[in-house]
């Protein structure tokens, strides 16, 4: 029987990085987290990243050697064919990052290196919601809107590192969309992610004259201490305000969908993050809004589900990222 | 020397059909066209589609042994993966052709069969503007909008065979966008297709007080013999009202390359059909509101070109299709 290869997969946030051994079946072996503290400087980063891998070595009670490839993921901005990041937002003053070589020559193993949210959708494709399918479209729901998409069993990475971006597709015009944290305007990502979801909140509380228990949610003057998963609980208690705007949610996200099916026609559209704990009836209205106003023969095949990989996702995606860099450099051996 | 090996491209539209050998560097040999006639019947029109293709090798001075491969592009709707038109709007009354299974036992050679969009795409990243590229996306402007998106040099053709059906991404809101001949609302088609322009124009006129040459072009009541061409003409001859259509035409093909760029972020987007008349400053508008409203990390890199085979762009584009076909099964001998 052959031997079952074992990679080790690491997402690096802004806040923590996670990292697991994963096995070619897709098994993951108790994850460790370790704080990313970018405000340390990016040596001390790429040495915790090396120290997590370590860790995640250890936790799965296996040693360096026998590990076949190892595969990083970050936030962008980044260059994902020179390996390097960027200067993204969350991970200041981090600038010109050379993970991958890093990596690669710390542990002398194949390494992949990923965009976060295009290893999620990865990861999901190899053994979550998509694991029947060859193309996916992810989105990911939390504080902005992220994006992977998977065609022909491959990640789109984009030309410029870009591909995916898909909180920032436009869904209404600029001059009366809202403002994005991007800085542009009508933004997906301006509607439909957690800061979209109270922003709307807000304004639709001060617009309304009628009893909503949505107040109640409101504990300083500009109401910036609500959380989406609080007006989500609301409208499942009842609350018509609070529907509403979880309905307009629905209604936002299949937007992109239709979008994403106009462009991708992918088999699978999967919804990850924190806004899925609305459970199906958020989903059902997803789906009935995506056959309104997508193009009706695809929309009519296309599946609708959730993640399942929840926060495992990205480090389970890089490990796959590693697993098809060893595959794909072996068929040429 | 080794041979070069030919292809006969065929690109079938709903009033003629264009056909000519292609050899391996990409050079057509003379084109023939015969008319598509859909109202004879399905039969006919295959029928018709073999007679073009022996027009094409006999205008080539070739037999049909010469031929290593055929390809067949067809507008939508279709089912790619079988070679199937299924009930295209533009083909009435066809129904369910299988176009790829009789023209392979017509000729007995190898034939693909793809969208005609995604041909015309794919025959630019061949030998036209994206030749030096391995991901593009056109768009085509005509009646309506059409599109194509090549990534890691392959055709995206969609689960559903619906992948870059770029007319109907929608820049707007539902509720608010213009009403597309898809009879949805906000689909780029409807503001940025020759009748999308013709359409603003005359709605333009109507709220305008003021001189424009754009009266003269109305030629019956409602003004629907008016063309997009006459518009653009009227425009470079300097009438302010309808350089501010122009204007406004650039901005939404803008905005749909923003999508794009969000979601693909290929190294090029090319622009192919009429409008292209009218030019390099036509051109420039578009890049330059691109650089307003796309992310601006892959704007600042991303190419922006007309399209150069103009409407050999489909029979060159199935030629490669039929070139990609022989040396993806060669490859596994």
Redesign the interface.
């Known amino acids: 029987m052959a031997e079952v290869l074992k990679y080790v997969g690491l997402d690096v946030g802004g806040t923590t990085m996670k990292a697991a051994v994963v096995d070619d079946t897709g098994t993951a072996a108790e994850s460790v987290m370790l704080p990313t503290e970018p405000q340390f400087g990016q040596e001390h980063g790429l040495a915790t990243m090396a120290e997590a891998i370590r860790q995640a070595v250890k936790a799965a009670k296996l040693k360096m050697g026998d590990i076949a490839a190892i595969g990083v993921a970050t936030p962008g901005?980044m260059d994902i064919k020179l390996g390097l990041i960027l200067d993204p937002p969350n991970l200041k003053p981090w600038r010109n990052v050379p993970v991958r070589d890093y990596i690669h020559k710390t542990f002398g193993k194949p390494t992949a290196f990923q965009n976060d949210a295009n290893a999620a959708a990865f990861g999901e494709y190899w053994i979550g919601a998509g694991r029947d399918?060859?193309?996916l479209v992810l989105f990911t729901l939390g504080t902005g809107v992220g994006g992977g998409?998977i065609?022909?069993d491959?990640v789109?990475?984009?030309?410029?590192?870009?591909?995916?971006?898909?909180g920032?597709?436009?869904?209404?015009?600029?001059d009366?969309g809202r403002l994005c944290g991007?800085g542009?305007q009508g933004c997906l990502e301006a509607y439909a992610s957690a800061t979209g979801v109270v922003g709307r909140t807000r304004e639709a509380m001060a617009a309304y004259r009628g009893p909503t228990r949505l107040r109640e949610l409101l504990r300083d003057d500009d109401g910036s201490a609500m959380t989406a998963e609080e007006v989500f609980d609301v409208a499942a208690a009842g609350d018509p305000l609070a529907m509403q705007i979880v309905d307009d949610t629905a209604y936002y996200l299949a937007?992109g969908a239709?979008?994403?099916?106009?462009?991708?026609?992918?088999?699978l559209i999967a919804y990850g993050g924190g806004m899925i704990a609305a459970g199906e009836p958020f989903l059902a209205k997803i789906k009935e809004y995506i056959s309104r106003?997508a193009?009706s023969?695809?929309a009519k095949?296309?599946q609708v589900r959730y993640a399942q990989l929840g926060s495992d996702a990205g480090f389970i995606g890089a490990a796959a990222c590693a697993r098809q860099l060893v595959a794909s450099s072996g068929s040429g051996n």
């Open positions: 901005m399918f060859h193309s998409v065609i022909n491959r789109m990475e984009g030309a410029h590192s870009h591909g995916g971006e898909l920032h597709m436009r869904i209404a015009l600029p009366t991007c542009r937007l239709s979008a994403i099916i106009s462009v991708v026609d992918p088999e106003f193009l023969y695809p095949q296309v």
